[in-house]
């Protein structure tokens, strides 16, 4: 949906024109994959594909809302708000207004139209699109000062409490702190951060949407959580300056991996290397900005996902090996939480259309799905339109 479209189901919804238009981007990761509730380092960035809101205050006690791509309505009054069973798509927002009246916010009713084109399940954070621009959104309306790192965090919250999924802090963060043209790295411990520009004369970030998300994905992810956090426990028998798997070393790992056992012992090392590739990463940005080294941290990330996380599936393994042949690929892997959604690809930005047809072609023949593609550019964090 345009904004203007969605203005318009505002004005023909709430009867006149909303006082506020707000975007809110999805992202992308370039690496750093379920490290960031470990404590760790990730690479995200915003990307020009974005939930946009149409927002004004009602005057009354009630907050409505307006999915407009979803066809559908959802009216509470304030004081009532709890989390909706069944996943209801009202959570995302109705848990930031619980966490922004937690911090003070004297939030009052509201009417709120919103819909975009961030692919849902595509593994590029709709959902913390959409916490972070109705927080956003409403501090706005409201002349609240919270600063961008304390939505994110309310925004992570409403995630935790009403859609159930434990994560991290990195899709909120991209999204409240996206900015064009670059990535930006976030200690997910220190919440310093630093940005890094991208330059896509040479090189594009193109998406391939497997277009499949299984069942499992909230709840394995919330697993691995819980993994990881027994692997630390493990640890620190040892050591007990080890606070989180950051702390932790491959030695120590081995050390200790008849009392891991061998599932959490994987869990760990996987985390602990890929906290590694990112700090490659970045210094390859900095350095000496070779795209195939770069390439090969993102096949290397993949094969850490795949075999040790365990956190793929087999249209993303496709994937990843169809851009092995792909023209112009200098690396992929999996992208997000896992189990479906899209893959990242670094492509030489000549070769894009080649490396796009080869996918495409190559998915349909080996396992007879369509592959949709994004091509992206890096984009600002939320923020408003201004038509
Ligand atoms: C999901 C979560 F929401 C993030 O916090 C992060 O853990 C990611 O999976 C995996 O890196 O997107």
Redesign the pocket.
């Given at each position: 949906m345009t904004t203007t479209e969605i203005s318009a189901a505002f004005t023909q919804h709430y009867g006149a024109a909303p006082d506020l238009l707000v975007r809110a981007p999805g992202r992308i990761?370039l690496i750093?994959?379920?490290?960031?509730?470990n404590d760790g380092l990730?690479l995200p960035a915003a990307i020009d594909r974005e939930i946009r809101f149409a927002l004004r205050l009602n005057g009354t006690d009630r907050v409505r809302l307006t999915a407009t791509d979803l066809h559908d309505t959802y009216e509470v009054a304030v004081a009532d708000i709890k989390p909706l069973p069944g996943g209801h798509w009202a959570n995302y927002q109705l848990g930031v207004v619980a966490g922004l009246l937690r911090a003070g916010v004297a939030v009052p009713g509201f009417d709120c139209a919103f819909g975009g084109d961030v692919p849902g399940g595509a593994?590029l954070?709709s959902s913390?699109a959409v916490e972070c621009g109705i927080a956003w959104g409403l501090c706005e309306l409201l002349h609240a000062d919270l600063d961008r790192m304390k939505l994110a965090h309310i925004a992570q919250k409403a995630?935790h409490e009403y859609a159930k999924?434990m994560?991290?802090?990195?899709?909120q963060f991209a999204s409240l702190f996206g900015r064009a043209g670059h990535v930006v790295e976030l200690d997910c411990r220190s919440l310093e951060y630093c940005y890094f520009p991208f330059d896509t004369d040479d090189c594009r970030i193109v998406l391939c949407n497997s277009g499949v998300k299984h069942a499992l994905a909230d709840s394995e992810?919330n697993t691995r959580r819980h993994e990881c956090a027994r692997g630390v426990e493990i640890l620190q028998k040892h050591n007990p300056a080890i606070k989180s798997l950051r702390d932790a070393t491959l030695p120590e790992i081995e050390a200790a991996k008849d009392e891991l056992g061998e599932v959490i012992a994987r869990r760990c090392r996987y985390v602990v290397e890929e906290n590694q590739r990112v700090i490659d990463f970045t210094k390859q940005l900095a350095e000496h900005n070779s795209l195939s080294k770069v390439g090969e941290l993102l096949y290397a990330s993949h094969a850490g996902l795949r075999d040790d996380y365990q956190v793929s599936c087999p249209e993303l393994d496709t994937l990843v090996e169809l851009s092995r042949q792909a023209p112009g690929c200098y690396g992929a892997r999996m992208m997000?939480?896992?189990f479906g959604g899209c893959t990242l690809n670094l492509v030489a930005t000549a070769e894009v259309k080649n490396f796009l047809t080869h996918m495409k072609q190559g998915y349909h023949d080996q396992l007879g799905l369509k592959l949709d593609t994004y091509v992206t550019t890096l984009a600002d964090g939320v923020g408003e339109i201004f038509e």
């Open positions: 990761n750093g994959e379920h490290t960031d509730y990730v593994g954070s913390a995630e999924v994560c991290g802090l990195m899709d992810y997000g939480g896992g």
